[in-house]
C-alpha cells in the first residue's frame, strides 16, 4: 500500500519508464533517475537554507551568481532534448547527475520569496559565500553516490524523493494563500494545495497512458 502511494505521486511528475530508473533494494523508484536527482538537488538545497539561513531575510542571489545558478540547469536541458530528439542515448549516471545540477538551483529562487518580511533589517542573498553553493552540491552529490549504489534502503531513499516532491510543491502553492494570516492555516492549505494538484497530475497521467 505505502509503495502504491509513492507511485502514486511519483507518477504525477514522471513517466517512470523503468530501464531510465534507478533501483534500491530490488525495487524501481517512484521516480526516474533524471527526477531522482533533480528532487535531491532540491532537497539539499531547501535543508541548507532552512538550517542555516531562515533566520535571515533572505533575497535572490545577484546577478552575476543568478547567471552561474541558471548556466548550472543547461546541461538537463541538453541532455533531455537530445535523448527525446534522439541525437544520442542518454544513462542514467548522467540523468542523475544533470537532475541534480538543475534541482539545487531552484530553491536559491523560490526559498527567498516565503522569508519573514519583519526581518528586513536582516536582507541578504540567498548565496553570500561560495559554501552557500558548495554545500548543498557536495551533499546532493553525496546522497547521490549512495543512492546510484544501493546503500540505503528502498523505503528510504523512495519516501525521501516523494516526500521532498510535496514540500516543494506545497511550497510553490503557498502563494496561493499569501493574504492568509494564520501561519497554521496557511501551511494545512498550502499542503492540501500541494497533494490536490499533485493527485490531479498522478489521475490524469493515468489516464492518458490508458
Known amino acids: 500500500m505505502i509503495q502504491g502511494i509513492l507511485h502514486f505521486f511519483g507518477r504525477a511528475i514522471c513517466h517512470q519508464i523503468e530501464e531510465r530508473s534507478l533501483q534500491a533494494s530490488g525495487n524501481t523508484l517512484s521516480v526516474c533517475a533524471r527526477d531522482t536527482g533533480i528532487y535531491i538537488g532540491i532537497f539539499s538545497t531547501l535543508a541548507y537554507l532552512h538550517l542555516f539561513k531562515r533566520r535571515s531575510k533572505l533575497t535572490i542571489p545577484s546577478i552575476k551568481i543568478s547567471f552561474f545558478l541558471l548556466l ?7 541532455d533531455g532534448l537530445g535523448s527525446y530528439a534522439h541525437w544520442f542515448e542518454s544513462t542514467n549516471v548522467r540523468r542523475l547527475i544533470t537532475g541534480i545540477c538543475f534541482g539545487f538551483v531552484l530553491p536559491y529562487f523560490l526559498y527567498p520569496l516565503l522569508s519573514d518580511k519583519a526581518l528586513e533589517n536582516m536582507s541578504e542573498p540567498a548565496v553570500k559565500h561560495s559554501k552557500d553553493v558548495m554545500v548543498p552540491l557536495l551533499q546532493s552529490s553525496i546522497l547521490a553516490g549512495i543512492i546510484y549504489w ?45 497533494l490536490a494538484f499533485l493527485s490531479f497530475l498522478s489521475l490524469l497521467h493515468s489516464l492518458v497512458i490508458s
Open 150 to 194: 544501493g546503500k540505503l534502503s528502498y523505503w528510504i531513499i523512495d519516501s525521501l524523493i516523494i516526500l521532498t516532491l510535496i514540500v516543494w510543491f506545497s511550497l510553490c502553492s503557498s502563494f496561493l494563500f499569501s493574504q492568509v494570516r494564520n501561519t497554521r492555516l496557511k501551511s494545512a492549505l498550502s499542503i492540501f494545495g500541494g
Open 72 to 78: 548550472c540547469m543547461v546541461p538537463l536541458m541538453i
